[in-house]
């Protein structure tokens, strides 16, 4: 079965810039969860999607972070304007939804913001 | 609010010593526990999880223990072999689908 898969695995960028990180959830699975964990932390939700709807993002920066899932599969996360203070890996994970628990991460992107 | 701490930080335990790494949750509601091993450059990766409904569940070397009257579960690593080192995450899910990750151990394995 493949995992989840993300893209880029690196990313850099000045502050000020725009960046999108590309996910792609393992099949049949629901919920996709995209994740910030900054360097000797733990990961941090930003959203939550179950299919296309989002579920909770509460935890996102919405002046400067969006994210989308279109057709309730892949998703894209995007930065515009990028802060230095930004720089993290983004993790994206997906679960069956409908009550199952049970996340699966993919590598995530290390993003570096100068 | 949603908490989760973990103890201890870092963690070194000789290769064949077993390893204990602790974690207390804030949130009666919680009833999924799950434990994540991260390698370096990887993302976590889910290596046991216990359900309230359990006190404990085992898989070869690696144990988890719930108990839900003091709010604490722990994960035990037995046997400890050099691949075992790396950073460990314990989470909770606080009655929802929404997972809510400790601060992480980093567990080194002394050959």
């Known amino acids: 079965e493949a995992g989840v898969a993300q893209s880029p695995r690196y990313k850099i960028i000045e502050k000020r810039q725009s960046v999108a990180f590309w996910c792609n959830p393992i099949s049949g699975h629901a919920t996709l969860y995209w994740y910030q964990q900054i360097l000797g932390q733990g990961p941090k939700l930003l959203i939550q999607?179950?299919?296309?709807?989002?579920?909770?993002d509460s935890q996102l920066p919405k002046d400067r972070f969006s994210a989308e899932r279109l057709k309730g599969v892949d998703s894209t996360l995007k930065i515009q304007p990028a802060k230095l203070e930004d720089s993290a890996v983004y993790l994206c994970?997906?679960?069956?939804?409908?009550?199952?628990?049970?996340?699966?991460f993919g590598q995530g992107t290390r993003l570096t913001v100068v | 609010g949603e908490n989760v701490e973990q103890h201890p930080s870092t963690l070194s335990v000789q290769e064949g010593d077993s390893a204990v790494i602790k974690c207390t949750y804030s949130d009666s509601a919680s009833n999924y526990f799950p434990w994540y091993k991260q390698e370096l450059g990887k993302g976590p990766q889910l290596i046991i999880d216990?359900?309230?409904?359990?006190g404990e569940k085992k898989d070869q070397r690696i144990a988890v223990t719930l108990n839900k009257t003091a709010k604490h579960f722990s994960l035990h690593i037995t046997e400890t072999q050099p691949e075992d080192s790396a950073v460990y995450f314990c989470?909770?899910?606080?009655?929802?689908?929404?997972?809510?990750f400790g601060t992480g151990t980093r567990l080194t394995i002394i050959p």
């Open positions: 994970a997906s679960s069956l939804g409908q009550g199952s628990t049970e996340a699966f």
């Open positions: 989470a909770s899910n606080f009655g929802n689908e929404k997972l809510t």
């Open positions: 999607f179950q299919n296309n709807g989002v579920v909770d």
């Open positions: 216990i359900r309230s409904n359990v």
